[in-house]
Each structure stands twice: as structure tokens, then as C-alpha cells.
């Protein structure tokens, strides 16, 4: 990668991730999205992250909650719960990548999900959306009525 060409994707992500700071995360998902693909799109091992809301759906932070292989990633609901509550999250937007090049969510990506909205909901923090993201492809879930 060209030393111009990384300081720029990481000018530009940083302003995208200021402006999910100031305004909704939800009235601007299109930044959510070009985010998250500049966060996640060239790795080659899988990452799970956690995008953390307050109550205006304002991003407070984001964090990779989990680095995995290749091909996969354990993720803990338990620490998810435990990070989400040390960030004070109202919400949180889920998302992880598929170095395959495969943006199309799994059986085992959905149960996941579902066990995640569930553990979460117990402390009363929403899950708004779960992202997959392959190179420059990124899959909602919210959009696909998986959630």
C-alpha cells in the first residue's frame, strides 16, 4: 500500500467516525457502512467489532472485541455484555469481516446474532444493526429483516 494512499483511507476514516460522533448513527448509515469497509476490508483474519451508542444513537466509541483465523472468530456474548456495559451503550452496532471475500452472513453468523440481541437485551442495550463486510461489499442485517 502507497504511504499517501493509507494516509488518506485513515483521514477519511477518521472523519467518517467523527461524524458518526456528532449526528445518529441511524440517520447516516451510509457512514456507518463506508466506515466499517475501510475499518475491515483489507484485513486477512476475521474481526468481530462493536460500534457503542448512546441513548441519540451517537457513536461514544468502537473497539475489536475479538480477532480470529482465516476463516473464523470466537466470539463470547458474555464479554460483548461486559464491554457494552463498561462503555455505558444505550446500542450497539455489531459487524465482521470475511476476508473470503463472502459478504453473505452465515447460518452460524445469524445464531450468533440472535444469541447477542438476546444476552444484550437484558441489560437493556439495543442491537441496531450487524454488518458483513468482504472487501467492498458490506451486508446489513437490519436491511436483510434478520434482526
Same mark, same amino acid.
Given at each position: %500500500?502507497?504511504?499517501?494512499?493509507?494516509?488518506?483511507?485513515?483521514?477519511? *476514516?477518521?472523519?467518517?467516525?467523527? +461524524?458518526? $460522533?456528532? *449526528?445518529? @448513527?441511524?440517520?447516516?448509515? #451510509?457512514?456507518? *457502512?463506508?466506515? /466499517?469497509?475501510?475499518?475491515?476490508?483489507?484485513?486477512? !483474519?476475521?474481526?468481530?467489532? #462493536?460500534?457503542? /451508542? +448512546?441513548?441519540?444513537?451517537?457513536?461514544?466509541?468502537?473497539?475489536?472485541?475479538?480477532? #480470529?483465523?482465516?476463516?473464523?472468530?470466537?466470539?463470547?456474548?458474555?464479554?460483548? %455484555?461486559?464491554?457494552?456495559?463498561?462503555?455505558?451503550?444505550? $446500542?450497539?452496532?455489531?459487524?465482521?469481516? !470475511?476476508?473470503? #471475500?463472502?459478504?453473505?452472513?452465515? !447460518?452460524? +453468523?445469524?445464531?450468533?446474532?440472535?444469541?447477542?440481541?438476546? @444476552? /444484550?437485551?437484558?441489560?437493556?442495550?439495543? %442491537? /441496531?444493526? !450487524?454488518? %458483513?463486510?468482504?472487501?467492498?461489499?458490506?451486508?446489513?442485517? @437490519?436491511?436483510?429483516?434478520?434482526?
Amino acid at each position: %500500500v502507497f504511504p499517501a494512499l493509507a494516509a488518506a483511507e485513515e483521514m477519511v *476514516r477518521r472523519g467518517l467516525r467523527e +461524524d458518526m $460522533g456528532r *449526528r445518529d @448513527a441511524l440517520s447516516s448509515p #451510509g457512514a456507518v *457502512r463506508d466506515y /466499517l469497509r475501510l475499518k475491515l476490508r483489507d484485513l486477512q !483474519h476475521e474481526v468481530f467489532v #462493536g460500534l457503542y /451508542l +448512546d441513548a441519540q444513537n451517537r457513536v461514544i466509541a468502537d473497539e475489536v472485541l475479538f480477532r #480470529g483465523t482465516l476463516t473464523q472468530t470466537s466470539v463470547y456474548p458474555r464479554e460483548v %455484555v461486559k464491554r457494552a456495559l463498561a462503555n455505558n451503550a444505550a $446500542g450497539i452496532i455489531l459487524a465482521h469481516n !470475511h476476508p473470503s #471475500g463472502v459478504a453473505e452472513p452465515s !447460518h452460524a +453468523d445469524e445464531a450468533l446474532t440472535r444469541a447477542l440481541r438476546q @444476552a /444484550l437485551a437484558l441489560v437493556d442495550v439495543k %442491537v /441496531l444493526d !450487524h454488518f %458483513v463486510i468482504a472487501g467492498n461489499a458490506a451486508v446489513s442485517f @437490519a436491511e436483510r429483516g434478520l434482526l
